[in-house]
């Protein structure tokens, strides 16, 4: 160490660790810095410290990093750090670097300005070049259908080779060597050097091209090597652990032998495996350069010691061979990490959101949104339920990667900033003319009759050859022409100056500035401002702005005001005093891995260095796979200052989880069970009932009666304190001692319905749970939904049928039931629309089949509820439909939406024998048919067997004395149990799957 300590060094208050990485001037050196320990604070003290201790110029110091925003940072705090003294500051992406590279060399070679695509760009792009490739050279991705995959195989094929440095003949090469029989990867080397020949042709790259061009030209061209490789003395580099393969080999050609190298990172948060980025880098860091020393920085500043230890266990899970710990600054930090299991993905939302609510409107906890995120594995497939119940329990939100360089008014702004600032592209100034209503097809004709180059100097001002457009097309032409002579006119301008053309070029002064524009803008000022610091030009300003908002591609949300929600990847290097992990249940964090060996990064790796194969056993494969998401696991924790909150949801629709490994993993592996809506937000509705339900003696009696140690456990730890609100019990004794049984008499009559004796048949348990103590929980199963909706549905077109004396027709049926389906309660909005479509089938089916009768049937009762005495009980329940025929003869109808495999034979049936029972007691002397009717048909794989509804497949009865007294038999034993008080649990997987008080029950 040769650091001499300063006033200005010592005022920087560096821990130990963090001082020795700051002065180390011995050679290369490579900084593990843990989740906040300060590592941007290291980095840029380094920075400083090499500027005004060790004499370097700044602008001879290259900073890399890897998103926009890191960039941003680094250069406030090195500019603030060097008083403001320097302006001419190297901190930047990899990308923009490499960018500048490529236009400097272009500029001197006097060749033309390259274009860059963003994402929509080049997908349209391998959406063209795709449509050149005839069906007839194809060997796998076949005709129209397979166009959308095909676009995007090509384009994550382009990725992986761009990382692997892969041309066009590589790839050609690989998949020759590589073909597993498909032409999968055939069609894919051929799609890719097409794609690549267009980008060529037309002046444009994408951003893999970048990193790619640079080291092609670093090692073909030993002048410009040497001479790039002068212009930096000192290579600091951020997020070191997310370094691929292109990136790494420019470092290595930008300092050979490392002497000024200084990369950061952390192997544990090494999460991008999924574009190129490859721990390894920083693990093998000391054997690939030599002389390397390590430096760890493992003091925390973010979190408290619980939170801490719970990371510290999970990643040890993962075995690497530099195993460092994270310590809390604050060991008396009152931190806490709790892992809590609730019901479904919709309870998750619904219990992250009231818990939300408590924490912000509880004046003792006082905490504001901006304090609060939830991080997810994937936005794709939870936002739609946190985001619902976010939305219905009025809280704010903002969603990360809501990337508003994404919105195409955004993109618009962009097209007309390119414009103004850089070299005149023709697909910005066709894009904003388009938009302003010119003709694509006229465009499309001018690209057939020009090249691009002759299209580049018409857009100069050059003259061209234009024979051969037609006169529309010579209009257009003129158009996009006269858009960017504007827009060059205004280059000199300032940045608020050039903002205002671009907004008058793309139209939005015109048509009035959209939301999106506002806050993208806010951001464009925002590092105007910045950077105006450093004595950037306007157009330097822009430029890079737009560079890096086309290249970030995790754009966190900035906002104090809502809570935020983002994917894990996205927060990383963020932090929030109160963190919710979503999600965590096997199949949604770790999400299953996908066996997609052709963009297998190990085997491409492996096949760049050694041109062979190797194919790893499935197990190891795994393995690795486990490891990324154990990391990512791992980054989701260490965001939370003094909260963190793993949820676990058991059931995502009727489909059962597993609670995810990492929770265990993390030492948190006996879950709270969250009743939702019970245990997080004071008492609900449904809680009031239970209080007032557990009133009668027969309730207390009841569940006095649960003998069951856990049993009681569980349900202490929920209702207790309402029950000592309530002034039933007193806190000090026993649940059952509390509870004051009293015997119950056999004489006393119970009200009862189809359903209770149904579920008291699969399980007297349950039915002590939801029907004796009210414990009724508002689960919301997508299946439940379908069927209510489609009961919905048939009520009102019942009705319609009663008022017309016609059953409905197929345009009614539409009318209704997109009139009464339902916005919420599907697991995702595109099984909404299916079960949608589904249900105007069946109905559309049923109907056909009544209207088609020679004489139309009547309905006499629709949705009729009744209550009925059955001995000395009451029996209620509601009749779907009974119809009369022209004989006077009735049926009475109960609709089934599901598998009629589960139905009881109708002779047997205690529901049609209830119903039989209801109606003779108001027509003594009817005798009707009772039927299921079968929505569904038992053969109706996806509703693909035709539209006529069978008739046969209903299940029709007319109950005669012998019948009628068998299952009236069955009911009189079942409610015999009722009497005595004979709740045993009769656990079985199809009953507990999909019971309700699973997550209550012992049993469960
Ligand atoms: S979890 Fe199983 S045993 Fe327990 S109440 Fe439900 S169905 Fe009965």
Redesign the pocket.
Known sequence: MTGVESSWLSGLQLNPEQRAAVVYTGGPMRILAGAGTGKTQTLTARFAYLVRELGVAPHQILALTFSRKAAEEMRNRVVKQLDGNYRDLSIMTFHAFCLRLVREWRREDGVTEIGILGEDERRWLAGLVIDTIPDTSRLHYFGAAARGKYVGDLLTLSDRAKEHLLDPEKVAEYAARKEDGTGRLQDLALAFAAYQARLFDDHQRDYGDLAMEVVARLRSEPLVRERTRSLFQHLLVDEFQDTNLAQFSLLELLMPDGRHLCVVGDPNQSIYAFRGGRPEYITNFPEKIEGAVTFSLTENYRSGPAILNAANQLIAFNDERERFDLRSYDPASRATITASEVATVDHEAEVIARRILKLVRDPLLARRYGDIAILVRSLKTSQEAIIRALTANGIPYRLGGDRVAGYEVVQDLLAALRLTVGPSTWKDAVRLAVGQGASAAAFRGIEGHLGPLERDLALSGERVDLRDLSSDQRTALQRVCTLARNARESSSAEVPELVYRAMELSGQLRDGVPAETGRFLSGVLRQASTLAETGASANDVLEQFIFSHDTDDNEAPDDPHGVQLLTVHAAKGLEWPIVFVAGLAEGLFPVPMRLDRDFDLDQLSEWVSTESFVDQPEAIRAASYMKEERRLAYVAITRGKEEVHLIIPRASGVKRLAPSIFVAEAGLGDPTRVIPGLAENGPPATMTDLVRNLRTSRQRALAASIDDPNAERHLSSLMLAQWAASGLVDGATPLRDRLIPEPYGDSEPLRFSFSRLSTYE?????Y??GSVLGLELDEDFSSGTFGTAVHDALKALNHGWLESGTPPDDPEIERVVDLVWPEAGFDFAKQREQLRLRARKMLSRYYTWERSKSSPRKPVAIESAFREPYGMHTVTGRIDLALKDETGGVEIIDFKTGNLSNLDKAPESMQLYLYDHAWKQKNPEASPRVSFYALRQPDDKGFKTGPEWIPKQNIGHQHTEETAASARQKIDGLLAGMLENDFT????EK??GF????W?????
């Open positions: 699969s399980c007297p348990r349950q002590l749970y649990p009769r656990p079985g009953t507990c019971c309700r008080f699973r209550l029950c012992p049993e469960g």
